[in-house]
């Protein structure tokens, strides 16, 4: 089973905020990560936050994570038809040294209507 | 260089045929890995190179799958005796490592296998 786990569909509205929401296992996890993708495409790096932060803001990103709670979210706002799309939350356990090497939640499908 | 590149995008074999991809990485990355997707799945680590040295392997790789890096640049994957279950995406990633500091990994496209 995964250690990351993600609700599997969230729909909006275009213009509404979106927040996906994932909980993760390893507590020692340095980095945490949120990618997209797109139908038939790879995985595009959208944000990361490290484990000692709280907030990172990025243009219509805001990611929070909750260390306690091993709570960690992704709000888009102004959600736009291009932003439907699989979201996938990962993390980076302390265990490893290499970056490339993630786990990943099953993802969340975004489905945002006009 | 515009990114990972791996071939085919597609591939359909018949259940017990060999097939091998290829992943060409971002030139000056030295760490390359690949992933397998499932449907409906996030992707699953199978193993990593740092150069031409694979450093590590999950145990989902089994002895049917072997991964090369002869030269530290492409690599290629290769299923010996395809079963149905081996029907996912196999996604490639790579970056670049210095003492102690790693880039971010940025992933190629895929190659979606289909065992029929």
């Known amino acids: 089973g995964e250690d990351v786990e993600q609700s599997l569909f969230l729909s909006v509205r275009e213009g509404d905020s979106s927040v996906i929401n994932c909980t993760y296992t390893?507590?020692?996890?340095?980095?945490l990560y949120w990618y997209k993708q797109e139908p038939g495409a790879g995985l595009q790096l959208l944000t990361y936050?490290?484990?000692?932060?709280d907030m990172k803001q990025d243009q219509r990103l805001t990611v929070l994570l909750n260390k306690k709670d091993k709570h960690l979210s992704l709000r888009i706002a102004d959600t736009q038809t291009g932003d439907s799309a699989i979201y996938f939350c990962?993390?980076?356990?302390?265990?490893?040294?290499?970056?490339?090497?993630?786990?990943f939640g099953a993802g969340t499908q975004v489905v945002v209507t006009p | 260089d515009t990114g990972v590149s791996q071939d085919p995008r597609h591939k359909i074999t018949k259940r017990g045929q060999n097939v091998t991809f290829r992943c060409d990485p971002i030139?000056?990355?030295?760490?390359l890995y690949w992933y397998r997707q499932t449907l409906g799945q996030g992707p699953e680590f199978l193993t990593y190179?740092?150069?031409?040295?694979?450093?590590?392997k999950s145990r989902l790789l089994s002895d049917r799958f072997s991964a090369e890096r002869p030269k530290g640049s492409f690599s290629t994957l290769e299923i010996q005796r395809t079963e149905q279950g081996d029907s996912a995406m196999y996604l490639c990633?790579?970056?670049?490592?210095?003492?102690?500091?790693?880039?971010?990994?940025?992933f190629g496209q895929g190659t979606r296998l289909t065992v029929v």
């Open positions: 990633a790579s970056s670049y490592y210095k003492g102690g500091m790693n880039t971010e990994a940025f």
């Open positions: 390893d507590s020692s996890s340095t980095y």
């Open positions: 936050i490290f484990s000692n932060m």
């Open positions: 990962a993390e980076k356990p302390m265990t490893t040294d290499s970056w490339g090497k993630l786990q």
């Open positions: 030139s000056e990355h030295n760490r």
């Open positions: 190179f740092q150069n031409e040295a694979q450093l590590e």
